[in-house]
């Protein structure tokens, strides 16, 4: 307690001899700054460190303004030092319009400006907008400013185009504007038809206009977008049956038996779906054999469905395999018959079931009637009940019991089609060829429909289709080639996901980044978005091992909506930078430890079973990469060389140097006082050793060098000596150093620091550095606005700074 209390005493003591000793340099300064060389100053590990220091910034939870106005600051000093502003623009856009409570709407639209282009990524351009509509008052304002971006970057990007637009008609709708609104909206969908929103409300203020090939192209689409949502499929399947569509309807099931499989692999097939399977195959030109195949299945698990098991007979009859059929539906009655007088299955047919079955499968009109009683009899108020014992009261010639029971079981297909037999028996053929045609639409692929064709074509009628099926299909085929419905693929066969490096080893102090690769290996387009297979939402987790052993969840959190989807064969890359965090801080401040870090990416992450993480789409494993750190091989001549390259060395090396040596320095307060996990050189001389070096990188002749070596000190205690050669810097004719000197002083002086900052925010020559006091808490009555991100500044002469903790 007492050596912390005589440290304390030192810094104020330090601070107070500080203030005189930097207000003489600033004075002295002044013509000197003044006469040195106005140039444009470029480094890009100098602004790849600003960018660094932003980010970890805004990586924290709550990030507040003040947090947020810092890392704008230093985001526009990478561009000052000429970094390419799509390296920054996504994070300066991010950061504002997560993290601002001001309105700096102008600010995001220039840098929307600059950054939106046929590459950009959708997650990052959707932010800006949603942040500057949210500034806005009144819809006159919000539209103005969409038609405004339409035409400034709509233009470089087809799929933001389709999604401004969809955002305008939605404004204009809001004031019941459908005519202003609907073109719009057809723009918006015929450039982007992954645009669900545009076709829903098209579908809405003009129903008329959307024909049965466009609802049918649209849930080819969205099936395309998400080959894995069983709602989407099925819905597709049963449009193509409502259109007659047989073949697409049959394979679209089958498209579902399939998926339905993937998706829940220990549950039976459900009627839903091998139900429509079968009757739709069945009305097929060529696959009535898989109806077969289905009842075949359904049988080898255990399941018993009258239904198929008719549909299955009639298939074989219609192959030409009479005996084939026979059998079946011969079986069939048998099993059904068995569970009626068993009662014990729970799929046991009930009499209804017996009675289609005698009417339609295996027309045997007494055994029809005498179920059709029966069903009627449990179930007076059944309308299918009633129609079929309509139906068979027709069939055993009892038509005048038929009449009044038709009256009173309203317009099914099956009261339809005894109606028009019991017309035809009456000479009314004319009202019983009508009658047959409105039967058929009802359910056009069923077993009854299939009778009423049988008699219409008896009468010399044919039932003509109301819509076009071909129609329909040539749509699909002209946009889908010859894949009007998908063949089903397992996310394994159609996703591929990397995770690299430049390298797989890397030595103390060194910053590596790398990629996820996304890559389409199926031979459809992939779409990355909210309502697609894969979202874009990136999770990665780091898990160190060797001398030090730790679990880092939720190293990385990426969103990224790639603005066109991948083609076959083709892939994106979302570059990430791994030294980030708490591993950032890991490897920096222990530079002896060796350490295996495996890094673990997941895409669209959810939580399993026993809290594991793990991919949406499951059977995707998550993409690793292994990196090794080997730990820093202390011994006297080691560093030896080292001192002698902060004063003799090129600039890489005096850069490696200082971080080393804030890494050790940073390493013995880490061990202090507790026993070491890992073999650690160290002496006595040491630290002051250490300390000495990193003075002299502090004033090194060369700018990138003193930001480097204050960069590495971000999370180091400073004692008197340090900050005394920290605040020499505050004078420095490059404005980086200046900038950082401020940064770092203002993180450990706190208010102390605060009339340095007031002064630095007004007078400083840089407006990058002006800007960033300001954000740091200085005073600047000239200077509100954000740091512009336009061309660098070139260097002004400077304004003297007061003393540092100057009070």
């Known amino acids: 307690m007492q050596k912390d209390t005589k440290t304390k005493r030192n810094l104020r003591y330090s601070v107070c001899w500080l203030s005189i000793a930097v207000c003489l340099c600033a004075s002295l300064s002044v013509s000197a700054r003044e006469r040195s060389d106005q140039r444009q100053l470029f480094s890009p590990s100098v602004a790849r460190i600003f960018q660094n220091m932003a980010h970890e910034i805004t990586s924290i939870d709550n990030v507040s303004p003040q947090q947020a106005q810092e890392a704008i600051a230093l985001l526009s000093a990478a561009t000052g030092l000429q970094m390419r502003g799509d390296d920054v623009y996504p994070d300066m856009i991010r950061t504002i319009s997560r993290y601002f409570d001001r309105d700096y709407s102008l600010k995001v639209y220039e840098l929307l400006v600059a950054y939106a282009d046929q590459y950009a990524d959708l997650e990052i351009v959707r932010e800006a907008i949603q942040y500057m509509l949210a500034q806005l008052n009144t819809r006159e304002q919000r539209e103005k400013i969409l038609a405004d971006m339409l035409k400034t970057i709509g233009g470089r990007n087809t799929v933001l185009r389709s ?61 395309a977008e998400n080959p894995f949502d069983l709602t989407t499929a099925l819905a597709f399947a049963q449009y193509a049956e409502q259109l007659q569509l047989y073949q697409t309807a049959a394979e679209a099931y089958e498209y579902c038996a399939e998926l339905f499989g993937y998706l829940y692999p220990f549950q039976p097939l459900p009627s839903y779906i091998y139900l429509p399977w079968t009757i739709n195959n069945y009305n097929t030109r060529r696959d009535q054999p898989k109806c077969l195949r289905i009842a075949d299945e359904l049988r080898q698990n255990g399941q018993f469905d009258i239904f198929v098991e008719a549909v299955a007979g009639k298939a074989a009859l219609k192959i030409g395999d009479r005996q084939m059929a026979d059998s079946i539906l011969r079986a069939t009655e048998k099993k059904a018959l068995q569970m009626v007088a068993e009662k014990s299955d729970p799929d046991t047919p009930g009499p209804e079931q017996l009675a289609w079955f005698y009417s339609f499968a295996l027309p045997e009109p007494e055994k029809a009637i005498e179920w059709a009683n029966k069903a009627y009899s449990s179930e007076p108020n059944s309308v299918n009940a009633a129609a079929i014992l309509a139906y068979a009261l027709v069939a055993n010639n009892q038509a005048q019991w038929a009449k009044p029971i038709i009256e009173s079981c309203g317009q099914s297909q099956v009261a339809l089609l005894a109606l028009a037999q019991i017309q035809l028996q009456e000479g009314q053929k004319d009202a019983a060829v009508e009658t047959l045609k409105s039967a058929i639409p009802k359910d056009p692929g069923s077993l009854a429909a299939e009778r009423a064709r049988q008699i219409l074509r008896e009468q010399g009628s044919e039932y003509i289709t109301p819509i076009d099926p071909e129609t329909a299909l040539s749509l699909l085929r002209r946009k889908f080639a010859q894949d009007a419905v998908p063949a089903f693929a397992r996310p394994e066969e159609m996703i591929s996901v990397q995770l690299s490096a430049r390298g797989s080893k890397f030595s103390y102090g060194r910053d590596f980044g790398g990629s996820v690769a996304i890559t389409n290996i199926s031979s459809q387009p992939l779409v990355i978005s909210e309502d697609a297979a894969v979202t874009g939402q990136i999770r990665i987790d780091a898990r160190i091992t060797g001398d030090l052993t730790r679990e880092i969840p939720n190293l990385i959190t990426i969103k990224t ?22 591993l950032r801080r890991i490897l920096r401040t222990h530079p002896q430890a060796s350490l295996e870090i495996q890094f673990i990416a997941f895409i669209d992450p959810v939580t399993a079973e026993e809290n594991r993480t793990v991919n949406r789409l499951s059977t995707i494993a998550p993409a690793t990469l292994v990196i090794k750190r080997p730990g820093v091989q202390i011994t006297t001549q080691y560093l030896q060389n080292r001192l002698n390259s902060v004063s003799k060395g ?52 060369d700018w990138v060098t003193k930001v480097n070596t204050m960069a590495a000190m971000l999370d180091l205690p400073m004692n008197h000596r340090i900050v005394d050669a920290v605040a020499a810097n505050l004078n420095d004719n490059a404005w980086p150093v200046r900038m950082m000197a401020v940064y770092l002083l203002a993180k450990s002086h706190g208010d102390h620091f605060k009339k340095v900052l007031d002064h630095t925010a007004e007078f400083d020559s840089s407006k990058y550095t002006r800007d960033m006091a300001f954000a740091l808490g200085g005073d600047n009555p000239f200077e509100q606005e954000l740091p512009k991100s336009a061309a660098p500044e070139a260097e002004q002469p400077d304004q003297p700074a007061p003393a540092a903790g100057a009070e």
């Open 163 to 223: 999604e401004l637009s969809t955002m305008l008609a939605m404004l204009m709708l809001e004031k019941a504007d459908a005519q202003n609104a609907a073109p719009l909206l057809v723009q918006a969908y015929s450039e982007n038809k992954y645009n669900r929103l545009a076709f829903a409300k098209l579908a809405e203020i003009m129903p008329d206009q959307i024909n049965p090939a466009m609802y049918l192209e649209n849930l080819r689409v969205m099936l």
């Open 561 to 582: 909506t790639p603005a066109s989807p991948i083609e076959p064969g083709r892939n994106i890359l979302i570059p990430v930078q791994f030294v980030t965090g708490e």
């Open 650 to 701: 090129q600039q890489s090396q005096k850069i490696e140097s200082a971080r080393l040596f804030a890494g050790l320095l940073a390493e013995q307060n880490a061990v202090a006082g507790r026993e070491p996990l890992y073999k650690l050189a160290y002496a006595d001389w040491m630290p002051e050793l250490l300390e000495s070096a990193l003075l002299h990188s502090l004033i090194d002749a």
